[in-house]
């Protein structure tokens, strides 16, 4: 056990399985990279690329349908256990059905190949219609079941989308190859292992104001907070993407969001701003927290009501160290310097940023960082 750490949680509290539960939750998984599953070139893409020429002319949604079969179901209770439903999404079979995802309003959605600093190029699908966002995120994360989103929710990440397309394409090549082996020995063999063959990620982004938060609490225009509430997104799920490819790690905990928001703050105004993010996570009146904000949404079940205060605190105390760190830098000069901040935010865990001494542990791993980033970018 780390004294410092034990000791910073006697501070908050005296209970000693809160400090354990507190502990436990705040054990940071960013510190070795994973640089063998680094890699900014991903298979999929240039499949998407290909969608996204093509929904120029028919349409996003109708392309969309016509290789991406989950999108041939409705959201239904229950579906996901009918023979149909697994025949096609789990087998590759034709859907024989007349069963089809109806949305509000398809012809609002945009779909975009946007290219990351952090991670390369990603598929991300933009859509106005709040009730056809929450169909979509169900279709494609919850294997087209009804499911409850927090309504602070504006974007989904989708990392296992098993595309079928992309399977037809590899048992075209190994039928013109002419093989020996069975097509269900090659796919058993050398496909289903390899699930870059074959699963697609992307990310789903809705309009609505980030976080749920209004314009006029951030002073900014109503145009202007739309477009960069989709900004921030985009960097937003890139720096889940991010930690995914870099560290092997990605997770629904607090340190993880604290990431993603600054990442996605500093790419829309080049510096820092700790009142955005205290308003995107409800915390903007601490030690108050505002019920509904998005701070919630990244506790464990069974977190202990002490344990979340104890939580709000290391937060509010993180953030204020990540002002001090940022301000100290100045506004973003490069993509190497925005990596090696992002970097040091992950490297360090949130009750060592919460501590006394967070600001000058953050500036010695940044130092670090800058050193050994120009072999990533």
Partial sequence: MNNKAHDFLRGLTNNEEVIQEVLEYTQNKFVKPSFSKFSKEEKYIETWEAYNEESKLLGVFKTLKKYIVQLQFPV??????????????????????NSNLLLEDENALWLDIYESKLIGKVPVLIVSNVNDFKTLVCAFSNKNEPADLPKSMGAAFIKGINNWDRISKLKKAWQEEKTAISWNQFFKQEILPNRDLYQDKLIILSTKPYSGVVHEVLNISESLWQEASVDIRKEHECAHLFTLNYYGQMAKNIHDELIADYAGIIRVLGKFDKNWM???????????????GRFQNYMNDNCSSEAFKCLVTITKKAIDTIQEFDSELGNVTSEEDRLSRIKSICEVDILSMASDQGKEILSDVYRKNRIVNEAIL
Wanted: aromatic share 10%.
């Fill in 278 to 292: 205290l308003h995107f996570l409800g915390l903007e009146s601490y030690p108050n927290y505002r019920n509904g």
């Fill in 76 to 97: 239904k209770a229950g579906i996901s256990s009918t023979e149909a439903y697994k025949n096609v999404t789990l087998r590759g079979k034709e859907n024989t059905t």
